[in-house]
């Protein structure tokens, strides 16, 4: 029981993880794209 309760612990961190990592890629994408555009895009 405390192997599952263990293994869903780590399955969770690792998908905070993830979610962090994307979501940083994703602001610097979205960073560089308003650096090359002048376009004005207000997100």
Do not use: H, M, P, W
């Amino acid at each position: 029981k405390s192997e599952k309760v263990e293994g869903c612990d780590r399955n969770r961190i690792r998908e905070e993880l993830y979610t962090q990592k994307f979501q940083k890629a994703l602001k610097d994408y979205v960073d560089s794209l308003k650096a090359k555009a002048s376009v004005k895009v207000y997100f």
